[in-house]
């Protein structure tokens, strides 16, 4: 046996030999085909990131991809400020998300299914806020109005309306006399410190809600320390400050 491996052992090592490289070269393009497989899944997975990123930057420019709306909160409302919320949300969403209602808050003027819109203002009143709406605004003509301005929407259901200058033009007469007078007035120009309703009444744009509005600011803020700060009332933006800021001062 071992006189017959002796002679063909040149035979069997070439054999072996042979094995050992066709092994390599099996395995070496073995190797390379896997390489060529990640590289190829890399490269699709890179253009399928791409091609994504391209289509949210293309919804973007065309507006599909708001998917969040910002909106801002205010009276009574334990965190009231500025929150983000998913479009689609109701208003008692944004409630929950400032951490819900004052002990004196009231939703009885709120419909809380309402669906928020972006850069929406929404302002809870007190219970006697609202009385005292309520109570004034039962022989307004305008009850049962939704009130909608450029500054803030206010969700009412009943005769919660910011009165219109036309509102105000039939008291204007008799409460122009009395302003002059009033110790609320420098140089004919109203006080916003220490003016009554009526008397904020009389500025051009300011109706009952945004009179009221001021005096409830001043009561739970303190005085104003400019005319500029009025612009801090809700519904009072710069549009209509720069209606009033003639006839107004500290």
Known sequence: MIDIINKYLDRILIIITIILIISL??????????????????????????????????????????????????????????????????????????????????????????????????????????????????????????????????????????????????SSSNSNTETKSSSTTTNNKISINTASKEELMTLSGIGEAKALAIISYRETNGYFKSIEDIMNVSGIGESLYNKIKDSITV
Not at 80 to 100: F, H, M, Q
Not at 109 to 134: C, H
């Open 25 to 170: 070269i099996i395995l070496n393009l073995f190797d390379i085909k896997i390489k060529d497989n990640s590289n190829e899944l890399v490269t699709n997975t890179n253009e399928n990131t791409l091609l994504e990123k391209d289509e949210t930057e293309e919804n973007e420019v065309l507006g599909v991809a708001d998917e969040f709306i910002n909106i801002d909160i205010k009276g009574a409302i334990k965190n009231p400020g500025v929150y983000n919320l998913k479009n689609g949300s109701l208003v008692s969403d944004a409630i929950e998300l400032a951490g819900g209602l004052n002990s004196n808050a009231t939703t009885k003027n709120i419909n809380l299914s309402k669906k928020l819109t972006d850069e929406m203002v929404i302002y809870i009143y007190t219970k006697s806020e609202l009385k005292k709406l309520t109570t004034t605004s039962s022989s307004n003509t305008s009850t049962n109005s939704i009130s909608e301005t450029s500054d803030v929407y206010n969700y009412t259901e009943s005769a919660l309306v910011d009165s219109s200058s036309n509102n105000t033009n039939s």
